[in-house]
């Protein structure tokens, strides 16, 4: 690094390492556990029609999440640093890579997951307050989803205060943030707990569901096509590593945090999954829109409906406040690098927080809201994703040959069948959406190669600045 730019960093108030194993934790608990496991079983019954086959599928995508996850915390152990993956890449191949992927998280995939996020809290509020679904304006430019018209609700305004709100709690610091991941994701858990007692014990099931089955494509395209759909539910385990540098003894807590919050996670899933296919057909939770509020009305009626939106609006909650805790920390390393927005470096001095980075995420993710392209957004990134996390879990045997010597406080158990079934299985999963998915995988990679130009720029501008300063 330049002699010009440590002078100025050292000069810099730092963000602290507050956060301990529990709040690291409930993070990646927190930030999974979103909305997908109230969504996916319906497409995923559809996809492969056995029950068994669905469960199947849950499991190995657990497993596989938890193989990511292990890889990860060699990582995360080794250069507890923030920015997770973006600093991953840039050690392991180059800053280009770590830029790529920053790139992609800031302007699509972490801005469009805290605003599919936002905008689903304020779809599951409509239950309870109908007029949010209404249409405040109607715009005839054809520049909303899909080329559709653009239209604005009023629950988007809701989703945009709600985004302000969380960025505004954790602009007061990872302490602030933390706390309220920890109060949010342990009442979350806690009404999970409750929607699968009651499923489960309210004596309204039958175990006989279990081996049912429903017309379907099945085969080798159906089972990943449920895959992907179980992989979105555990999207999110690897946001913690963005908060390394904000961790405590990080050498050993995020590890454990990686680890213990990726099996929470595959416990809660297969349990609710019980609870679903227990009170319901294969058929009724294929045609369900939303799976756990169908199970509820079964089992306990209107007073049961209002209770698991309830909890499916906690669950948003954490995962919303967990997206944005962590999604900042991205755009504040590369400015720290030099490849972004040099005010996004900035740490607050009073609050010890990446505060304008936070701003800027939470804006840009408040403009994706009123656009109304989440969805679409989220689609397209999928691909461009899985290259760089496959990448990223590659990096750990790219360097163990790199970089011997490196303090490596965690080794991945099962070195190197772990990283290496994780690398295998998500070029399946790139093959596998690039037939069933072409537009929107070419449509992604169309998005990250945008950022290509801006790249050389920011490199550019950075070593002019570095060689004025060290005149």
Known sequence: MEPARVITEKRQPTLERALGVWGATSIVIGT???????????????????????????IVSGVLSLFGALTYAELAAAMPEAGGEYVFLSEAYSPFWGYLYGWTQFWVAKSGSIATLAAGFYTYLTVFFPPLGGTV???????????????????????????????????????????VQVFVTALKLTLLAAVIGVGLFAGAGDFSHFAGRIPAAAGVSGFFAAMVSALWAFDGWNNVSMVSSEIQ??????????????????????LINVAYFYVLTPAEVGRSSRVAADMMARVGGRVAVAGVT????????????????????VPYAMARDGLFFRSAAQVNSRFRSPGNAMIYLSLWSCVVVLSGWFDDLYNFVIFGSWILYGMTAASVIVLRRKKPAMDRPYRVIGYPVVPVLFVVVALFLLLSTLGTRPRESAMGLGMMALGIPFYFYWKKSDRSKILKNGK
């Open 249 to 270: 003894r990080p050498q050993r807590n995020l590890p454990r945090a990686l680890i213990f919050g990726t099996l929470a996670v595959i416990a809660v899933y297969v």
């Open 137 to 179: 304006m109607r715009f005839p430019w054809h520049i909303g989803p899909g080329g559709s018209r653009l239209e604005i609700h009023y629950g988007q305004f809701v989703a945009i205060g709600l985004i302000l709100l969380l960025c505004g709690v954790n602009y007061l610091g990872i302490r602030a943030g933390g706390a």
């Open 32 to 58: 999974v556990i979103g909305s997908g496991v109230f969504l996916v079983p319906s497409s995923m019954i559809r996809s492969v029609g056995s029950v068994r086959t669905l469960f199947i599928v849950w």
């Open 310 to 329: 309830f909890a499916v609006l906690i669950s948003i909650l954490a995962a919303l406040n967990g997206s944005i805790l962590s999604g900042s920390r």
